[in-house]
């Protein structure tokens, strides 16, 4: 699975979102985007929860999350009671680990 943040949208939404975090899983090769207020740790966490569990509900589980966020470490201890996932964070990253 790999994550990153947008930057501010131009225009925040009814809801008070300006930012979307995006998730990408490579083996089923869906696309997330969720919509969120911030990039603080607790936001970025929750929406990579969200995001989680949905890929469990259908029976899959990530072992690897490359990102491109701050949100390394908090998404790494933020998921108590939860298997750790390998983070690696990456700004140069361009296509699938082989």
């Known amino acids: 699975m790999y994550t990153d943040a947008t930057r501010a949208l131009q225009t925040i ?5 300006q930012y ?4 990408h899983d490579y083996n089923s090769n869906y696309i997330f ?3 969120i207020k911030d990039v603080k740790d607790a936001m970025l966490v929750e929406a990579f929860q ?3 569990e949905t890929l469990e509900d259908c ?6 999350n490359i990102t491109n966020n701050q949100a390394v470490k908090p ?4 998921r108590p009671g939860h298997q750790p996932i390998q983070q690696i964070r ?9």
Do not use: Q, R
């Open 13 to 17: 939404s009814l809801d008070g979102h």
């Open 33 to 35: 985007t969720e919509p």
């Open 90 to 98: 990456s700004g140069l990253f361009s296509g699938p680990i082989c």
């Open 59 to 64: 029976g899959m589980k990530p072992t690897l």
């Open 50 to 52: 969200k995001v989680f």
């Open 75 to 78: 998404i790494k201890t933020g």
């Open 20 to 23: 979307y975090f995006i998730a």
